[in-house]
C-alpha cells in the first residue's frame, strides 16, 4: 500500500509541476536561476516587475498564444 501511496504522490507533484510550467507560474523562478548566473552581484527585478516586464514584452511582440 505505501508503494501505491508513494507513487500517486510522484504522480501528482509531476502533474503540478507540468501545470505550472504551462501556467508560465515558474517563469519567474527561472529568471531569478539565469539571472544569479548571468548577473552576480546585481539585483534582479521584483516579481512584480518582471511580470510587468513581462506582459509589456509580450504586448509589444504579440505571438500565438491561447489568451
Known amino acids: 500500500m505505501n508503494h501505491a501511496l508513494e507513487r500517486a504522490r ?8 507540468f501545470f505550472k510550467g504551462m ?11 539565469f539571472h544569479r548566473r548571468a548577473h552576480p552581484g546585481v ?6 516587475e518582471f511580470w510587468r516586464d513581462k506582459t509589456d514584452r509580450q504586448d509589444r511582440n504579440p505571438q500565438g498564444r491561447c489568451c
Open 23 to 33: 501556467m508560465g507560474e515558474n517563469a519567474y523562478r527561472d529568471y531569478l536561476d
Open 43 to 48: 539585483a534582479p527585478m521584483t516579481e512584480r
Open 10 to 17: 510522484e504522480g501528482w507533484h509531476g502533474f503540478v509541476w
